[in-house]
């Protein structure tokens, strides 16, 4: 669906996008360059845990990163754990190593993720279903309304209506053409 | 005149009554009347009055009631049977006949056809015959009426004389009962119902005739027949051919000089008569003689020396007459042997009008060239001859009698059809109201032509006889001449069961033709529009409309069986309301409105105006809402690609709400442990 909306996307909003695709992942990258200089564990820590964000960031080519972003904020919730721990003891490569033969700190960032990436994909269908089914009560509204109208006065008023509608598009034509 | 028309009451035994009079139906009263009509004996009913005798009218010879309606009272004209009344009785194929009552004449005819008697002295002549009967032409004149039917034994006296009194002239079509010899050459060669109005010179002419008869005792050109008198009158002219050899008094005979010229500018003056022979004028009183040819026409036989007498024998042999006017024979003889040339030039450019020869066109040329030969001629059509005015007479002698001329119908719708009437009035032209005839020719084929209900050859029959009862099979023997009287005919007629024994409507042509004539084109759009078959709803309200006008003219008569069979007829109509509400209001509401005999009741039931317009804007409105709701639903539709962007947007916006509150919420759960 992001794709869908994407592709409909006009090209020089396209092209907008790209440049801050590519300009985000440099920020990124530089970002943890400096974080590996500045503080290693941390740094390697982030590298290893936000590579679901990263692939999110990179594969989304959608201008308002609309699944990438859940995907980074899961993220980077689920690494946050082994953030706090890494930095309460010690900071240092052990503990690192420590965290990272955890099993259960990347499985958690990666399940963050995870999840964030199918909320991204799951909630625009909710919002559509009640979208539709709003729609769909005003159809049958409309409908029921016709329907009435043609008890009480017979087929005549749907042509009638037909005749009015023509009549309406016509002028608007006319409109249009004289405008022009 | 006291106008009675009442309705005909029966009283005991054969008597009926009439106007007030009491009419015996068995007693016949011979000499009163011509033109094959009957008279009977005639008592006022109640009180005193004159004797009296009634005429019986006939259906196909209208009387001239338009003359009866404007007559003065007897009291202004003493030397005239002036009608007492008039009204309708009788019943069979026929129907009721209108009778119209005169008070009995003061004494026999003055001469009866065919008689011979002693001749009138000059004195007894001009001061009891010819006076009065110039000061009831007079009389009758200032009003723009005229008698015609003055003739011997139209005038009465007592038999130790006195003054003579004009009698009866208005049962039939004007002129309808003149013999041949009483009537100008032109006038006596039409049909008796062609004759139209005429002129006071016609009258004129008939006094002069009259005052001969009386003055040489014997009746005018008797042993001759018609043709043979109007032959020998053209040939002569009137005054030689009637005259002959009588002698007759100076006075007589210088006032018949000027009454019998053949044209009609010569004859003397009402004022002239009234004080001859004082009042004679100085005027040349020899009429103009005959043009004659240095050599005889022959026409089919027949040699002919003067054009007014070729053109009688012409049209007498119509096909011949065709012929011999497209020979150049003709034309060398008007030349050469007539040597008039305008009238040469004329039928030149009459007959050269004709390159062709076309059949078709024939008697048109004949026709246009017998009013060329003839200038005082009558309009001539396949052999029947008219005055222009007298169409409408014609016509009712051909659609209206026991057994119509199928024929005569025929030829006299081509003849309109022609424009022979418009025709006639341009080769005419010197003479007065020819402008209005040409254009009488024009509307009356524009009429014929026309094919919408209510107009026709059936509007022009009774556009041109007012009184004519209306002819169609559903009243014919109800003889309803007025409106009040075929709406009570066709009230009868729908009281059987089918209504009128299976009549599709009420409204048949000659109805509505009557109707249309009768309103003077009031409700033409109406009976139009009821007639209009491929409109059955609209026609059905039109024709309740139609009864409900007529009903509200004759104060509200109620009609019920009428009502119901149009009611029926206009159920169609239910179909305009555009409401299922309002049509079943107006379902329900028809039967009763119907049974009320109240047309105006079943229109406003099939029509109501509050109610009309109610259900007119209402169904615009449901309408509106309707294309509103058509719309909307559309739009809908088209919008589901929106809905899906719009679903991705803030389903993308919603996600990333909810992974900031996650993140967040974790920051905060991690700080505080």
């Known amino acids: 669906m992001a794709k869908a909306a994407a592709?409909?996307?006009?090209?020089?909003?396209?092209?907008?996008?790209?440049?801050?695709?590519?300009?985000?992942?440099?920020?990124?990258?530089?970002?943890?360059?400096?974080?590996?200089?500045?503080?290693?564990?941390?740094?390697?820590?982030?590298?290893?845990?936000?590579?679901?964000?990263?692939?999110?960031?990179?594969?989304?080519?959608?201008?308002?990163?609309?699944?990438?972003?859940?995907?980074?904020?899961?993220?980077?919730?689920?690494?946050?754990?082994?953030?706090?721990?890494?930095?309460?003891?010690?900071?240092?490569?052990?503990?690192?190593?420590?965290?990272?033969?955890?099993?259960?700190?990347?499985?958690?960032?990666?399940?963050?993720?995870a999840f964030g990436f199918a909320l991204a994909r799951t909630i625009p269908y909710a919002v559509l279903l009640v979208l539709e089914m709003r729609a769909a009560t005003t159809l049958r509204l409309l409908a029921d309304r016709q329907a009435e109208l043609t008890e009480a006065w017979g087929e005549a008023v749907a042509q009638e209506a037909n005749r009015l509608v023509a009549r309406a598009a016509a002028a608007a034509v006319k409109k249009a053409g004289g405008g022009g | 005149m006291r106008r009675r028309l009442e309705r005909e009451r029966c009283v005991a035994g054969r008597e009926v009554e009439i106007a007030g009079y009491l009419v015996d139906p068995g007693r016949a009263l011979p000499g009163l009347v011509g033109g094959g009509l009957t008279a009977f004996v005639a008592r006022p009913a109640r009180g005193d009055g004159p004797a009296a005798f009634a005429v019986r009218c006939r259906t196909h010879h209208p009387p001239r009631l338009r003359v009866i309606e404007r007559l003065p009272d007897a009291e202004a004209l003493p030397n005239l049977l002036v009608p007492l009344g008039q009204g309708l009785h009788g019943e069979g194929e026929e129907g009721p006949q209108r009778h119209i009552l005169y008070p009995l004449p003061p004494g026999p005819p003055m001469m009866v056809p065919g008689e011979r008697r002693a001749p009138l002295g000059e004195t007894d002549l001009i001061q009891n015959v010819a006076k009065p009967v110039a000061r009831v032409l007079g009389e009758l004149a200032e009003r723009g009426l005229l008698h015609r039917g003055i003739r011997p034994d139209n005038l009465f006296r007592p038999a130790a004389g006195g003054p003579v009194t004009l009698g009866e002239a208005f049962a039939l079509p004007p002129g309808f009962c003149q013999p041949a010899a009483f009537e100008p050459t032109g006038?006596?060669?039409?049909?008796?119902?062609?004759?139209?109005?005429?002129?006071?010179?016609?009258?004129?002419?008939?006094?002069?005739?009259?005052?001969?008869?009386?003055?040489?005792?014997?009746?005018?050109?008797?042993?001759?027949?018609?043709?043979?008198?109007?032959?020998?009158?053209?040939?002569?002219?009137?005054?030689?051919?009637?005259?002959?050899?009588?002698?007759?008094?100076?006075?007589?005979?210088?006032?018949?000089?000027?009454?019998?010229?053949?044209?009609?500018?010569?004859?003397?003056?009402?004022?002239?008569?009234?004080?001859?022979?004082?009042?004679?004028?100085?005027?040349?009183?020899?009429?103009?003689?005959?043009?004659?040819?240095?050599?005889?026409?022959?026409?089919?036989?027949?040699?002919?020396?003067?054009?007014?007498?070729?053109?009688?024998?012409?049209?007498?042999?119509?096909?011949?007459?065709?012929?011999?006017?497209?020979s150049p024979a003709l034309l060398a003889w008007l030349d050469r042997a007539l040597t008039d040339q305008p009238l040469t030039e004329r039928v030149r450019e009459i007959v050269d009008a004709d390159p062709l020869g076309g059949e078709s066109d024939g008697d048109v040329l004949l026709s246009r060239t017998l009013a060329a030969l003839d200038p005082q001629g009558p309009l001539w059509w396949r052999g029947i001859a008219l005055m222009p005015d007298g169409l409408g007479t014609m016509l009712a002698e051909a659609h209206a009698a026991p057994q119509p001329s199928a024929e005569r119908q025929r030829d006299l719708a081509d003849m309109i059809e022609a424009q022979a009437i418009s025709r006639y009035a341009t080769e005419h032209l010197?003479?007065?109201?020819?402008?209005?005839?040409?254009?009488?020719?024009?509307?009356?084929?524009?009429?014929?032509?026309?094919?919408?209900?209510?107009?026709?050859?059936?509007?022009?029959?009774?556009?041109?006889?007012?009184?004519l009862p209306c002819l169609s099979p559903l009243v014919r023997k109800a003889g309803a001449a007025t409106l009040p009287a075929l709406l009570a005919a066709l009230e009868a007629a729908a009281a059987g069961s089918p209504p009128a024994a299976g009549a599709p409507t009420p409204l048949d042509r000659h109805v509505a033709a009557f109707i249309g004539a009768g309103l003077d084109g009031a409700i033409d759009t109406l009976l139009a529009a009821a007639g209009d078959t491929g409109r059955p709803e609209e026609a059905g309200l039109a024709t309740v409309a139609v009864f409900a006008r007529l009903q509200r003219l004759q104060k509200g008569t109620k009609l019920p069986n009428l009502a119901r069979w149009v009611a029926a007829l206009a159920a169609p109509a239910v179909a305009t309301w555009h409401g299922k509400a309002a049509r079943a209001r107006v379902e329900k509401a028809l039967p009763e409105a119907a049974a009320s005999g109240d047309f105006a009741l079943l229109l406003e039931a099939l029509d109501g105006e509050a109610a009309r317009a109610e259900d007119r804007a209402g169904f615009a409105e449901a309408a509106a809402t309707f294309a509103r709701a058509a719309a909307a639903e559309f739009a809908l539709r088209a919008e589901a690609p929106l809905r899906q962007a719009e679903a991705a947007r803030i389903g993308g916006l919603a996600a990333q709400a909810v992974a900031l509150v996650l993140l967040g919420g974790t920051v905060l759960l991690l700080a505080g442990t």
């Open chain 2, 430 to 467: 010197d003479r007065p109201g020819m402008i209005e005839l040409d254009k009488m020719g024009r509307l009356a084929r524009a009429q014929a032509r026309a094919r919408v209900l209510g107009s026709g050859r059936e509007r022009l029959l009774y556009q041109l006889n007012p009184g």
């Open chain 1, 7 to 113: 592709k409909t996307a006009p090209a020089p909003a396209r092209q907008r996008s790209g440049r801050r695709a590519r300009w985000a992942f440099w920020a990124f990258g530089l970002g943890t360059g400096v974080a590996l200089g500045i503080a290693l564990p941390t740094g390697i820590l982030l590298l290893i845990g936000l590579l679901p964000a990263a692939a999110a960031f990179a594969s989304d080519d959608h201008p308002d990163k609309t699944t990438a972003r859940p995907v980074l904020c899961l993220n980077l919730a689920g690494l946050l754990p082994a953030l706090k721990t890494l930095w309460l003891g010690g900071h240092d490569m052990s503990a690192l190593a420590s965290l990272l033969g955890d099993p259960g700190t990347l499985v958690l960032a990666y399940g963050a993720a």
């Open chain 2, 187 to 326: 006038m006596a060669m039409c049909a008796p119902c062609g004759k139209g109005e005429g002129t006071l010179e016609d009258d004129l002419y008939a006094l002069g005739v009259t005052l001969l008869a009386l003055a040489t005792g014997h009746w005018p050109l008797a042993g001759l027949d018609d043709r043979a008198g109007i032959r020998l009158r053209l040939e002569r002219g009137s005054l030689a051919a009637l005259v002959g050899q009588a002698r007759l008094p100076a006075s007589v005979a210088t006032l018949l000089r000027g009454l019998l010229s053949d044209d009609p500018g010569f004859r003397p003056g009402l004022d002239e008569i009234a004080l001859w022979p004082g009042g004679a004028r100085a005027r040349p009183q020899t009429a103009r003689a005959v043009r004659k040819a240095t050599r005889p026409f022959d026409f089919a036989g027949e040699p002919v020396l003067d054009a007014r007498s070729l053109a009688f024998a012409m049209a007498g042999r119509w096909q011949e007459g065709i012929r011999a006017m497209r």
